[in-house]
């Protein structure tokens, strides 16, 4: 058993213009470094934003506290608060920002999905 | 992009005897479907317990919110709290437990590691 952080105070803020004012606590490696797939919880400041970026391969970003938005390419705003998780498959663009801050755990991996809650049987 | 839930109200209580007071919320479908690797919010109400159980991939268990206690095969209780992070690898005894409530998100899957600052060069 191996005790690590991923507190506010071990978040980095990572260059990136595609971060504005947002830190990233990693949970795991990232793919990069051949990890199967990547967990971090992003911090956005008030004022803050992610993207706009495309998806490389499917992403779910689960809001763990505070709200904001979060717009897909129909360029539609969907408020998102604490316990709303959103999927987004390869490809797709998106951005997120929040006015008061919004702390999102974001989950990436080949052949990810999101929990259904009456999964159909897999294809015989 | 697809919206979903894993808010308190959407979790389920699941019929394990290893779960006291602990609902869960599903990020992603169960490995047992054919997910490569899963993730879970739980939530812990006050007295519950998680295990005793044998990690049976290599599991984060990342408190969201509240505190609690985790122990390991060596019997030492660890205090836990928000933004900490524990590593178990397959074959390690645990339990967690928590008198005022705790939130955990538990990730598992082969390959899993846990973020180190300072990673080492993989091996030539």
């Known amino acids: 058993m191996e005790q690590f952080t991923f507190s506010p105070e071990a978040a980095f803020v ?12 990693p949970l795991t ?3 990069s470094e051949r990890s199967p797939f990547q967990a ?3 911090r956005i400041a008030p004022g803050g934003r992610i993207g706009p970026s495309t998806a490389t391969m ?5 809001v763990l506290e505070g709200q904001g938005d979060v717009t897909g390419e129909d360029g539609v705003n969907t408020r ?15 951005e997120a920002t929040s006015a008061s801050g919004l702390t999102v755990l ?3 991996g080949d052949g990810l999905d999101r ?7 897999p294809a015989a």
């Open 40 to 42: 971090a919880v992003f």
């Open 14 to 25: 990572p260059r990136d213009d595609k971060l504005d004012r947002v830190t990233v606590a």
């Open 58 to 62: 499917p992403q779910i970003f689960a």
């Open 115 to 121: 929990f259904r809650q009456h999964p159909t049987s």
């Open 80 to 94: 998102i608060v604490a316990g709303d998780a959103v999927l987004l498959t390869p490809g797709e663009d998106h």
């Open 106 to 108: 974001i989950i990436e």
């Open 29 to 31: 490696p990232p793919i």
